[in-house]
Each structure stands twice: as structure tokens, then as C-alpha cells.
């Protein structure tokens, strides 16, 4: 257990710190009272590795998580309007395309007007794109391996079945 002091309700309300990814709370998540519900448990531990990954990110790539979500759509893809790139990133239309602006602007994407798939732009990567993209990817494989090394593949295996098993549970849940 951490004996670091939870933040103040006054620190909230203005720019919040960089909060480390391995800073833990006075209670540990799995104890926490709001943590018996399992959605918000999960909640909970995505948000711990959302704020780790961000951290992680903007430090080493200058990159938030909305850009290497693109850019990790479009490094397994030769081209993608944006609607796709929103799609395959997990993101919404507007943050996919204000991502789509920001990777333009660092050179590491292009985007092209076209007739071609209707009057859409299309975006594809840049050899500088590219060469970061598989810098990224690396930096996730990593990231990834130190998350599930207390777990053996049958374990992974297993985890990966639940996960898509609650994530097909969704809309059944937020029917009401």
C-alpha cells in the first residue's frame, strides 16, 4: 500500500499533474467500494493504463492517445478515408480528423481530396509515418508483454475470450 496522500478536491479542478501509471491509491482498486460493480471496476483499470499509455506517449513521441490510435489504423492499412480511420482507430469522426490535421502537420501522414471512393480524403502514411509507426508499435508490443507477463498464453487466451465476451455484452447493458 502507498502511503502517498490522495489529491485535494482544489488540485482537480485546475490543470490535473502527469499522473504516473504506477502511482496506486490509499485503497487498493479490487477493495475500493464503487469496484464491486464490474463495469466500473474495468473502468477503473482502463483508466489507470489510459493514463500510463498517455504518459507514455506524449513523453517519448510527442503523441496523445487519439494520434497513436491513428497512427496504428493506418500503419496496417496502405490508405483509409476518415470515416475508416475513426472506425478502425475506435475513435469519433471529429477526433479522428483533428488527428488525421495534427499527424499532417508533423509530416508523418498525407492526405489526399479524391473522386476516387467518392468525395472523400484519404489518408496514408509518409516514409516518415511509417518508420514512427513501427517505432509505436514496438513501444506497444513492449508495454503489452509487461501487462500479461503473470499470465501464460492459456491465460491470455482465456482473458482475450472474456473481454470480447463483456465487450459483446455492451449494448445488452446500456439498452435502458
Known sequence: M???????????????????????????????DVNRYLAAYIMGVANRLANGASNHYRKNFNMGM???RVMMALGTNSELIVREVAEKADIDYAAAS????????????????TNRRGRAAIAHMTPE??????KLRDSARKRQQRLVAAFNEEEITQLWSLLRRIEAQVPHMNAD
Request: no cysteine; proline share 5%.
Open 2 to 32: 502507498s502511503t502517498s496522500k490522495p489529491a485535494t478536491r482544489s488540485s482537480q479542478t485546475t490543470t490535473p499533474p502527469k499522473r504516473a501509471a504506477s502511482r496506486t491509491a490509499e485503497v487498493s482498486g479490487a477493495d475500493a
Open 66 to 68: 487519439s494520434e497513436w
Open 98 to 113: 483533428k488527428s488525421l490535421r495534427l499527424l499532417q502537420e508533423r509530416g508523418l501522414i498525407d492526405i489526399e481530396q
Open 129 to 134: 509515418g511509417t518508420a514512427l509507426y513501427r
